[in-house]
């Protein structure tokens, strides 16, 4: 059984940082990603890696202030984000992609047979 287990999430005020951290079990050699959803906004991937974390893709609205990684041994996946902005404010999803490559993954375009989901993590930045 697919578990997705994210943490990290919170208030922060603009500039500050978060780490998120998603345990995803049950699963094996899948790229990983983050998406968010802000209300009234269509949900977007906005960072994701490839199995051996080599191929890494940022949309460009967190490219140079986000970084994901990974962690196999310890099956984690984190990303950490840096001089946060209030547009940043949403609810941010682990997501596992068996299927995709990391571009297609993360473009939100291209259907996925193979797709796990996190039950989401809310960041807020204030102003």
């Known amino acids: 059984q697919v578990r997705m287990v994210e943490s990290g999430g919170g208030s922060v005020q603009a500039g500050g940082s978060l780490r998120l951290t998603c345990a995803p079990s049950?699963?094996?050699?899948?790229?990983m990603g983050w998406f968010r959803q802000a209300p009234g906004k269509e949900r977007e991937g906005i960072s994701c890696?490839?199995?051996?974390?080599?191929?890494?893709y940022y949309s460009d609205s967190v490219k140079g202030r986000f970084t994901i990684s990974r962690d196999n041994a310890k099956n984690t996946v984190y990303l950490q984000m840096n001089s946060l902005k209030p547009e940043d404010t949403a609810m941010y999803y682990c997501?596992?992609?068996?299927?995709?490559?990391?571009?297609?993954?993360?473009?939100?375009?291209?259907?996925?047979?193979?797709?796990?989901w996190g039950q989401g993590t809310q960041v807020t930045v204030s102003s």
């Open positions: 890696i490839d199995y051996s974390g080599i191929q890494t």
């Open positions: 997501v596992a992609d068996g299927q995709l490559s990391v571009t297609d993954f993360c473009s939100g375009k291209v259907d996925s047979l193979d797709r796990h």
């Open positions: 049950g699963l094996s050699l899948y790229a």
